[in-house]
Each structure stands twice: as C-alpha cells, then as structure tokens.
C-alpha cells in the first residue's frame, strides 16, 4: 500500500480552486482582451495572443489578473495560461481561481499542468468529437497535494525553470523577426534590380497523389509520402506515413533531394502557407505540389523567397465547393520572383541560413528547456508517495 508523503493530503478539486463562471456578453464587457481557445499556446503558461471582444458573439466568462484560463474542451490538447491582465474568455474555458489557504496561486498553474492532473483531465471528457470537462465532475476528483511551504518552494523552482523557457522564446521570436526583415530587405533590393521572371519558369512543376489506400502493401515501408500535416520543418526528409517499393513502381511522382514542396489546399492555408526544401527523395500527396528547380535557381533561394511572400500568396487563396481553402496554380504561376545570378543567390542564401541556423540552435534549447521543465514539474506535483 502506497503512503502519502509528510504534510501531503488527499484533496478534492473543489478545495483547492474555484470555478469562476461569470458570464458576460461581449458588447458589454468593460475590457479590450478576448481570449480564445486559439489563442492559447499548450507549450507555456504564458498568454500570448488575444483578440477583442467586438471579435465575438455570445456569452464568454470574466476572468482576473491571476486567473488561470483553462481550456475544458479536447483536453488533451494542454491548453491553459495565467492570466496577466482582466479580461473575457471563451465559454468552452474555466476559469479557475486559486483559494490561497489550499493552493498557492503561484503553484496552482503547474499543477494543472502536471501530467497527474492532466490525464484525469482527460480521462473524466465527455463526448466524442469535443470531449469537455464538466465542473460537477471536476470539482469532486481528487489529487494528493502537497503543504504550503513545500508548495512555495516546488514554484520557485519551476518558476525558474520557466523563466529560462522564456528567455529562449524570446530569443526565437528575436531571431526570427530579424531574419524576416533582413529577408525582405535584399528581396525588395532584388526585385527593383535583377530580371524578374514568373515563378511557373524556375523549374518543372509537378503532382502529388495518394496510393489505393485498399492495397495493404503500399504502406508501412520505408519511402517518405508527404502530406500537408508533415510540413512542420523547413527541411523534409521524413513523414508519418510511408510506401513501400511496390507503391512506387510508376504509381506516384519521386521529387528528388534540393526540390521545393508546398501545399496548395487545405484548411491550414486559412493561416499558414507550409513550404520546405526536400532534404532527400520523397513521394506526397494530392493537396501539394512540388517544384524541382532548374539550373537557374537554388531550391534554397526559392525557398526563402516563398517564406518572404508567404502573406501574399495567402491572399490569394480561393475557397472550394466543398469550402476548403486552395491556392490556383494559374495564380502561382503567374506571381514573379528576381532571378540573380547564381553566385549572387548563393550569397544571400548564405545570409539566410546564417539566421536559420541561429533558429534550429535555439530551438534545440527551447525543447530541452520544456523538457526539463516537464520532467521536474512531473518529479515535484506528483511525487506525492513515499
């Protein structure tokens, strides 16, 4: 039989935290922050990004400086922050409340956090395609939690580890914004002095398809088949799913190693236009195109010059009959990019990559810095039996 560590109790959710369900329609909220379910970020505990009430309609909770706004609907997506300010949230949120005389505040968002936490979260959902947290059974499961002065001294620690987190992130963000903006410099430069030509012309342009998915020895091989949710890396030499040699024999396009992909439908272009350089060969689907340059273009200098018109061609898209977004190849191809000399794209590309390596680096540190912060937010909440 397990035993609770000294000064650890057994409490029920109900003893430590409130659920502030304050409701108010947004026309009336005496406030300029709006918090969605989208703008919270699963990574931090930190509120980043927000709308505006006149964003919205319908009614949406109050919440305080202090509050922790956690999202009830689809869990397991790890959504909650601190909030910093007042201000209105969405209604598929809890707003929860710390009672000082159980929790610290300064603990409470780490204990939400915690995986112990978390996967009961999880676990109590209801509903199938939006399971969500109901309060009434929330406020009733119970969590060993730790005494106050054990409580102060495990969130000075995590609160620490926290703050290295966050020096990373804003290195990232630093880093990032002046690789845009020095992108865009020489870009602008380029395009006012070299020849332009249309962006159909830098090199053969091809198609994407997925294998009969009834044919189980297509899949479960060894060769990448790309798809829109893969493209998360600026470089592709992998993906979730694979063919085998039999899937390849003359059935889908091999784009080779240095050869652009980009999506050209998908509800992501709502958003986000994903695009990467191919790092070896690899196959992709029907809601994609690749590019395989020619000797004119570097698949590098290609690359950053879709990263810089990114927004631009977001603009662009269209919205299907079945109310996806696409982008019209005839309107891709039309678009006009500057075609230096190559030694001279070789040159800005150098610049380029000088700033992207700097951001894998730190990237590198901000998944170890999470990490850590994980692992010994895990260690300290839940190491409640001895």
């Known amino acids: 039989m397990t035993k609770l560590k000294s000064g650890w109790r057994v409490v029920k959710f109900d003893e430590i935290a409130q659920n502030v369900a304050v409701r108010v329609d947004p026309a009336d909220a005496k406030t300029d922050i709006y918090v ?9 505990i930190h509120l980043r990004q927000w709308g505006h009430p006149s964003d919205v309609t319908g009614q949406k909770l109050a919440f305080k400086k202090g509050d922790v706004i956690f999202g009830r609907r689809r869990a397991y997506q790890r959504k909650l922050a601190v909030a910093e300010f007042d201000g209105i949230c969405s209604a598929h949120a809890m707003v929860v409340r710390a009672k000082p005389k159980m929790i610290l505040p300064e ?13 009961r979260a999880i676990e109590i959902s209801v509903g ?6 109901n309060w009434k059974t929330l406020k009733v499961q119970e969590f060993p939690l730790p005494p106050l002065d054990e409580q102060k001294r495990i969130a000075e620690i995590l609160w620490v580890a926290d703050e290295a987190l966050e020096k990373w992130t804003e290195a990232y963000r630093q880093s990032e914004s002046a690789l845009s903006s020095t992108r865009s410099q020489i870009l ?20 994407g398809g997925t294998p009969s998915r009834s044919r189980s ?20 030499s992998d993906s979730e799913e694979k063919l085998t040699d039999t899937a390849l024999n003359g059935r889908v396009t091999i784009l080779p190693s240095e050869s652009i992909l980009i999506v050209v439908r998908g509800m992501i272009l709502a958003h986000t236009f994903p695009v990467a350089v191919t790092g070896r060969e690899v196959t992709f689907n029907q809601d994609m195109k690749g590019i395989i340059p020619n000797s004119d273009f570097s698949a590098e200098y290609v690359f950053h010059w879709f990263k810089d018109n990114s927004a631009r061609i977001l603009q662009a898209t269209e919205e299907s009959t079945h109310g996806t977004k696409r982008l019209a ?20 590309v150098t610049v380029f990559e000088t700033f992207r390596t700097k ?16 692992s010994l937010r895990n260690a300290k909440v839940g190491a409640a039996h001895v």
């Open 329 to 348: 190849t005839d309107v891709l191809y039309g678009m006009q990019i500057p075609k230096p000399s190559s030694a001279k794209q070789e040159m800005v």
């Open 107 to 119: 603990f409470l968002p780490f204990f939400l956090q915690s995986d112990m936490f978390m996967e």
């Open 188 to 207: 602008q430069e380029l395009s006012q002095t070299e020849e332009c030509v249309f962006l159909k012309d830098v090199g053969r342009w091809v198609s």
């Open 217 to 236: 020895d297509f899949w479960n091989g060894d060769f990448p088949w790309v798809s829109p949710k893969d493209m998360k890396k600026d470089v592709i």
């Open 359 to 374: 951001l894998v680096e730190i990237s590198e540190h901000i998944a170890a810095s999470q990490q850590m912060l994980r």
């Open 36 to 44: 969605g379910l989208e703008h919270l970020d699963p990574s931090t």
């Open 128 to 133: 199938s395609l939006s399971p969500t947290i």
